[in-house]
């Protein structure tokens, strides 16, 4: 298996949107074309299964 040592970003559509989805060691983020800010989820909280907690704290203090 190959070590993630370094990020690795890659285009995705989504509904008609382009999105930048970065990976690196941390976690991975997701962002719309063209933004800096957007949805970042580390590893740890995938593994321990506060994954969908951190993505709704996320997208509540990003509409405040």
């Given at each position: ?12 559509e989504i ?21 800096r800010n ?27």
């Amino acid at each position: 298996m190959t070590r993630l040592d370094k990020p690795i970003r890659r285009e995705v559509e989504i509904e008609g949107k382009l999105y930048t989805l970065a990976i690196d060691p941390q976690g991975l983020k997701l962002t719309e074309k063209g933004r800096r800010n957007g949805l970042n989820l580390n590893w740890s909280d995938l593994a321990s299964g506060d994954a969908a907690l951190a993505a709704a704290l996320q997208a509540s203090t990003a509409a405040s």
